[in-house]
């Protein structure tokens, strides 16, 4: 840091402090009468909102998003046995982990009876994931139909079920749970949460009653959640994660959107309290909330609901080389997934995306030289940067 002192009067003194790399204070000018320069103090952490320019990398994207959220080294290969549920977004990453060739719970016929897999995407809230595992590990009772499938037919509490789902569990080296909603309907004179809401055939309005969860009730429950893991199984990786997926609908007698922003915000606040509370070194939070969110705004589709697909690629790709272990083959170039996904989002020009999938790096590279990439300067540079990235590491792999 360089700080210049200035007199411009008897009475008035300026003083300006300039930057060098990271410094613990920030500038700030006080306009009063007596016009000067002061600083505040920042802390012994201070990670400053990137601006667009810097998210046009993979490295930048782990650096603005991942930072202090990603293990040490990553944790999980082939044999690593991995459980999701939850949200629709835990489906995704399931789904990716498979077709990788990842140890996915779910994939023997004999785990296909077990509603974490029949239904695992529709337990969006906090509530039902937690009952999953007390009547799997600790033979929860309930005395009333809670779940209930696709077609609204009551699941049941089938004993097969249960031990199919503690196998399941009992083998879960990571278990990855996704929320994403805090509004619930709840059957009052017990106070069990339904998975969703209940079928109209069987409302009854004495005693189904409708609320919106509390920041404490949610962490409560991913504790309990926790500790259950770490009776039995004291060594599994816990990672946690928000649904950037909004509600559909909301039961307030309000705006869909005004209840989504609570809904998030409630399970954003109980996720990150939850965590920093435990001190749990086995736990973690993966932004793919924010990544939709801020580093690919705009990313959803038409219905507003889901993210567009080169958008959830690159989030799939970016954890599994943050988590998984490659293997010969496993490689891939996660700038190239970003690109696509930058473009999709309006952030990349469209041919960027058409050549990269069509491997013409040649005429990729051409674009650089030709055409102004974005009215921004800085945008400009970013976008050559990230292009000749991509050009630099597909030649090196033909070579």
């Known amino acids: 840091m360089v700080l210049n002192v200035a007199k411009t009067s008897d009475k008035d003194t300026v003083i300006s402090v300039r930057q060098r790399k990271k410094s613990s204070m920030v500038d700030m000018q006080n306009h009063s009468d007596k016009s000067r320069h002061v600083s505040w103090y920042r802390g012994e952490h201070t990670n400053i909102l990137p601006q667009r320019h810097q998210l046009y990398s993979a490295d930048e994207v782990k650096t603005a998003v991942l930072h202090g959220l990603k293990p040490a080294a990553p944790v999980i290969d082939k044999s690593t046995r991995i459980t999701a549920f939850g949200s629709c977004f835990a489906a995704n990453i399931s789904n990716h982990l498979a077709a990788r060739n990842f140890n996915i719970a779910g994939q023997k016929e004999a785990e296909s009876k077990a509603y974490v897999i029949r239904c695992g995407e529709g337990m969006v809230n906090t509530f039902v994931l937690r009952q999953q595992f007390e009547w799997a590990w600790e033979n929860r009772q309930f005395d009333q ?68 969860s509390t920041v404490g009730e949610n962490k409560e429950n991913l504790e309990a959640i926790r500790q259950l893991i770490r009776k039995h199984r004291p060594d599994a990786k816990f990672i946690v994660t928000l649904s950037p997926v909004p509600l559909y609908a909301t039961f307030r007698d309000q705006s869909c959107m005004a209840s989504n922003a609570v ?80 473009a999709e989002c309006g952030f990349v020009l469209p041919q960027v995306a058409r050549l990269i999938k069509r491997k013409n790096y040649t005429r990729l590279r051409s674009l650089t030289e030709e055409r102004t990439l974005s009215k921004d300067d800085k945008i400009h540079q970013a976008m050559v940067k990230l292009i000749h990235q991509i050009c630099d590491a597909a030649d090196a792999k033909a070579a």
């Not at 199919?164 to 990571?174: G, L």
Request: proline share 4%.
């Open 145 to 212: 139909d809670l779940w209930h499938g696709y077609d609204k037919e009551a699941y049941g509490y089938d004993e097969s079920v249960r031990i199919a789902t503690r196998d399941i569990f009992d083998q879960t080296d990571v278990f990855i749970l996704t929320v994403g909603l805090s509004e619930i309907w709840y059957d009052e004179p017990t106070g069990n949460v339904f998975w969703r809401t209940i079928p109209k055939d069987s409302y009854d309005p004495e005693r189904h009653k409708f609320r919106v």
């Open 263 to 342: 809904s998030k915000a409630t399970l954003r606040v109980a996720l990150d309290e939850f965590i920093r509370e435990a001190g749990d070194d086995d736990l973690y939070y993966w932004p793919s909330y924010e990544m939709v969110q801020d580093v690919f705004a705009g990313a959803m589709k038409a219905d507003m609901r889901h993210p567009k697909d080169d958008v959830l690629q690159f989030i799939m790709y970016l954890f599994e080389n943050v988590w998984c272990i490659p293997e010969d083959g496993d490689e891939v170039d996660l700038n190239e997934y970003l690109a696509i996904a930058l």
